[in-house]
């Protein structure tokens, strides 16, 4: 393919295009064949008729009329809220643990919710299957993880769930 060198200008705004071009991608305009090719060799472009602003682009806009809408709503920053709970007792974490524990109400006191279920669930197999010698392990498994959560809230190493050291 080869490229044109002769170049034809746009009867409304004046742009110049390739002899090939069947409109002016600047302002629309469809070409006839009518137009002598542009620029005449050694001259430079003619300056344009008129500058060509798109319409959906136009900034400021026309007088009297109003800024397009955003494209996106505006959110201002929002704070979050913080939990000003009290700090929960240590000691009653552990009387929890110690006479609860299976059960996983020391969990739920302490707002560990998740691992409270699964200590709860853990217990409750356990006891549906205690026909079976498979119960018993399940509430053996219950009552070690209850005993370590006691070593664990006795040493500081299990908060509550939002990370705040429990009181004494």
Known sequence: MSVPTQFKACPVCGTAHYLNASYCPNCGHTFT?????????NQAYPPPTQAFTPPSQAYPPPPGQ???PPTQAFQPYQVQPQSYAAPKS????IVLALFLGSL???RFYLGHNNTAIAMLCLWIAGLATMCLSVGYILLIA?????LVDVV???TDSLGDAS???LTN
């Open 104 to 106: 996983g109400i020391h």
């Open 90 to 93: 240590k000691v009653l974490a």
């Open 163 to 165: 990370g705040r050291p």
């Open 33 to 41: 064949t009518q137009f002598p090719s542009y620029p005449p060799p």
């Open 66 to 68: 109003a800024y397009p």
């Open 142 to 146: 219950a009552s070690i993880w209850a």
């Open 152 to 154: 664990m809230i006795a």
